[in-house]
Nanobody, 125 residues
Framework: QVQLVESGGGLVQAGGSLRLSCAASGLTFSRYAMGWFRQAPGKEREFVAAINRIGGSTYYADSVKGRFTISRDNAKNTVYLQMSSLKPEDTAVYYC??????????????????WGQGTQVTVSS
């Protein structure tokens, strides 16, 4: 049974930083791409960032490019999202996901199979 557990969310002031972690179990972690999505109240879930199996390729939403960095440690079965220069509009529940996306599905929820329960990130102005 695949389990993805996010941590590291919290309340931070605008301009601050947070690092999210997602610990995976029940799968051969290095065989799968990992992604981060987020969902703000009243909005649809949106793509944030993704990373391929070995960490050689990364993908970002335009809204976070240059501010967020996705990385992974296959020895620890963990994917990270380093968030800097946070803005109030980054406030959302952040979810990690694993799967085998290709082409346009890298940035789409349908490219991913399993999801974590989410961690809340709140950025105050």
């Amino acid at each position: 049974q695949v389990q993805l557990v996010e941590s590291g969310g919290g309340l931070v002031q605008a301009g601050g930083s947070l690092r999210l972690s997602c610990a995976a179990s029940g799968l051969t972690f290095s065989r799968y791409a990992m992604g981060w999505f987020r969902q703000a109240p009243g909005k649809e879930r949106e793509f944030v960032a993704a990373i391929n199996r070995i960490g050689g390729s990364t993908y970002y939403a335009d809204s976070v490019k240059g501010r967020f960095t996705i990385s992974r440690d296959n020895a620890k079965n963990t994917v990270y999202l380093q968030m800097s220069s946070l803005k109030p509009e980054d406030t959302a529940v952040y979810y990690c996901a694993q799967g085998a996306p290709f082409g346009s599905t890298w940035s789409q929820a349908r490219g991913y199979t399993d999801w974590g329960q989410g961690t809340q990130v709140t950025v105050s102005s």
